[in-house]
């Protein structure tokens, strides 16, 4: 069975662009809902990174202090996945904050990376990953008229805790209206279908050791 762990981050919920693109997608490989452990970030909120978790982290506390106990589930959830699907908004040029929040809980030392004198060394095995980004403006192509902070920034954080497999998929130019919309989710569609082998063979894989 292929597990999917879906992080939807953005204040649309099920209704933005990006969810439902990632639902098409889960139709396409044929995963069902049993196969999806389904995070929303805004309606079901982590805490934010408190004097406890701080003290814990820096104390070496065991995994079982009560203080580690979000970061302990949201990356125990990260490792049961075989496919991580991120649907995200821009937010100021970045990530919105329940997706940093997301990140910081479970960046952690000594449990998703070690810290060497050559840099961090990832500890979560790499899996494909898949974000799909939804922007009011442009901020690649022609009509770029804004700085990408996102993608780059994104990739470096799951990179330094093992996941390197990621494939961005771009929905932009979202507030130009109806039409400036659908042109953009066709053009995302279409990228998402040019990209969607590793996901189909992690899915195919797992379904075969299972048989
Ligand atoms: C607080 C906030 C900040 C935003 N910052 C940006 C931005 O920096 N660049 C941009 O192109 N759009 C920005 N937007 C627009 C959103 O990215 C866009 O409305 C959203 O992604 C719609 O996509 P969805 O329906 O798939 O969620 C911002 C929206 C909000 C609410």
């Given at each position: 069975m292929t597990r999917t762990l879906l992080l939807n981050s953005g204040p649309h919920g099920q209704a933005s662009h990006g969810y439902q693109l990632a639902a098409e997608m889960l139709a396409e490989l044929g995963l069902s809902q049993q196969q999806l452990v389904e995070r929303d970030l805004l309606a079901s909120p982590i805490p934010p990174i408190g004097r406890d978790y701080v003290l814990a982290v820096t104390s070496?506390?065991?995994?079982e202090a009560p203080a580690l106990a979000w970061s302990e589930t949201l990356i125990?959830?990260?490792?049961?996945?075989?496919?991580?699907?991120?649907v995200t908004p821009m937010h100021n040029f970045a990530i919105p904050a329940t997706l940093k929040l997301w990140l910081d809980h479970v960046i952690r030392i000594h449990?998703?990376?070690?810290?060497?004198?050559?840099?961090?060394?990832?500890?979560?095995?790499?899996?494909?990953?898949?974000?799909l980004v939804s922007s009011g403006g442009f901020h690649t192509g022609p009509r770029a008229r804004q700085e990408d902070f996102l993608t780059p920034y994104l990739r470096y954080a799951l990179a330094s805790i093992g996941i390197r497999n990621v494939h961005f998929v771009l929905l932009q130019g979202l507030v130009f209206g109806p039409d400036a919309v659908a042109t953009a989710v066709d053009a995302a569609r279409d990228v998402l279908r040019a990209q969607l082998e590793p996901f189909k063979r992690q899915a195919q894989g797992a379904l075969t050791a299972a048989r």
């Amino acid at each position: 069975m292929t597990r999917t762990l879906l992080l939807n981050s953005g204040p649309h919920g099920q209704a933005s662009h990006g969810y439902q693109l990632a639902a098409e997608m889960l139709a396409e490989l044929g995963l069902s809902q049993q196969q999806l452990v389904e995070r929303d970030l805004l309606a079901s909120p982590i805490p934010p990174i408190g004097r406890d978790y701080v003290l814990a982290v820096t104390s070496g506390a065991s995994a079982e202090a009560p203080a580690l106990a979000w970061s302990e589930t949201l990356i125990s959830e990260l490792e049961a996945s075989e496919l991580l699907l991120i649907v995200t908004p821009m937010h100021n040029f970045a990530i919105p904050a329940t997706l940093k929040l997301w990140l910081d809980h479970v960046i952690r030392i000594h449990r998703s990376f070690e810290s060497t004198p050559e840099g961090k060394i990832g500890l979560i095995k790499d899996r494909p990953t898949l974000v799909l980004v939804s922007s009011g403006g442009f901020h690649t192509g022609p009509r770029a008229r804004q700085e990408d902070f996102l993608t780059p920034y994104l990739r470096y954080a799951l990179a330094s805790i093992g996941i390197r497999n990621v494939h961005f998929v771009l929905l932009q130019g979202l507030v130009f209206g109806p039409d400036a919309v659908a042109t953009a989710v066709d053009a995302a569609r279409d990228v998402l279908r040019a990209q969607l082998e590793p996901f189909k063979r992690q899915a195919q894989g797992a379904l075969t050791a299972a048989r």
